[in-house]
């Protein structure tokens, strides 16, 4: 993959998620929710966890899950199952899944108009690398970039 091919992918990834958080903007208006309460809230679609779990799955610190586990529990979208004395799993009440099923009708809206540009062996290729989309670990990405950036030359105007 030569310079050109890797800024038009990096560009177009760009877009793509411009396109998803204006999406996620409108949910958030329309519900009173943050961004990471709707991150919480997907995952939580997805399966039960534990603070631990969504802190290390989302990159969210554990003070923050906290914080957003009792605001999602005060509007009654959450509720805590007790493992033992000291941990719990969260998981969405019916009012939390009615409302993940609104949001997985704006997925499916996205997801939709995003086949009409690919062909079906296409989808199922990019539907097969979601798990490895997953396990990219954006942090290391992160430090990777902050020392390339450090270690380079400044740019000037």
Same mark, same amino acid.
């Given at each position: 993959m030569n310079d050109s091919d890797i800024m038009a992918l990096y560009f177009n990834l760009f877009?793509?998620?411009?396109?998803?958080?204006?999406?996620?903007?409108?949910?958030?208006?329309? =519900?009173?929710?943050?961004?990471?309460?709707?991150?919480?809230?997907?995952?939580?679609?997805?399966?039960?966890?534990?603070?631990?779990?969504?802190?290390?799955?989302?990159?969210?610190?554990?003070?923050?899950?906290?914080?957003?586990?009792?605001r999602l529990e005060a509007k009654a979208l959450i509720q805590r199952d007790g493992?033992?004395?000291?941990? !719990?799993?969260?998981?969405?009440?019916?009012?939390?899944?009615? !409302?993940?099923?609104?949001?997985?009708?704006? =997925?499916?809206?996205?997801?939709?108009?995003?086949?009409? !540009? !690919?062909?079906?062996?296409?989808?199922?290729?990019?539907?097969?690398?979601?798990?490895?989309?997953?396990?990219?670990?954006?942090?290391?990405?992160?430090?990777?970039?902050?020392?390339?950036?450090?270690?380079?030359?400044? =740019?000037?105007?």
């Amino acid at each position: 993959m030569n310079d050109s091919d890797i800024m038009a992918l990096y560009f177009n990834l760009f877009r793509l998620k411009n396109i998803i958080e204006n999406e996620e903007k409108i949910l958030m208006k329309q =519900y009173c929710l943050s961004k990471n309460e709707i991150l919480v809230l997907t995952s939580l679609s997805l399966s039960p966890s534990t603070m631990k779990d969504l802190s290390l799955t989302l990159r969210i610190d554990k003070s923050s899950i906290t914080k957003i586990a009792k605001r999602l529990e005060a509007k009654a979208l959450i509720q805590r199952d007790g493992l033992n004395k000291r941990g !719990f799993k969260l998981h969405l009440t019916e009012k939390g899944t009615a !409302f993940m099923n609104e949001v997985r009708k704006i =997925y499916r809206r996205i997801a939709s108009g995003l086949a009409g !540009f !690919f062909k079906k062996e296409e989808i199922e290729a990019l539907s097969s690398l979601k798990d490895k989309l997953y396990r990219i670990d954006i942090e290391s990405i992160s430090i990777k970039t902050e020392e390339m950036i450090s270690g380079g030359e400044k =740019y000037e105007n």
